[in-house]
């Protein structure tokens, strides 16, 4: 069975650092699409960060020269390295893997991010 495990988040003043990192069983995120998203409360989950199979990256543009996404390869570990946080940014971050190859997704249980106001 597939999981993702998410850990990283918590509490950061405005403008601070967190990176959130997803483990995944297996060598899922090898073979296919990687992705971050959140959701805050009362708002829909939001995709923040997406890294293809092949390796492009794409950014929402609320964390365009913000939020780094990284993939470790040998540690088998999806990265979310976000700078400069705002008061805006706070949600609950999930990983996910999207293998269209195979027409599965696979999501983690997602790590809380604060960012006191």
């Known amino acids: 069975q597939v999981r993702l495990v998410e850990s990283g988040g918590g509490s950061v003043q405005a403008g601070g650092s967190l990176k959130l990192s997803c483990v995944a069983s297996g060598y899922i995120f090898r073979t296919c699409g990687r992705e971050w998203y959140r959701q805050a409360p009362g708002k829909e989950r939001e995709l923040v960060s997406s890294?293809?199979?092949?390796?492009?990256?794409r950014y929402a543009d609320s964390v365009k020269g913000r939020f780094i996404i990284i993939f470790d390869n040998p540690e088998n570990t999806l990265y979310l390295e976000m700078n400069n946080l705002k008061t805006d940014d706070p949600a609950v971050y999930f990983c996910?893997?999207?293998?269209?190859?195979?027409?599965?997704?696979?999501w983690g249980q997602g790590t809380q991010v604060t960012v006191p106001s």
């Open positions: 996910e893997a999207v293998c269209k190859q195979i027409l599965q997704t696979y």
């Open positions: 890294m293809s199979a092949t390796g492009i990256t």
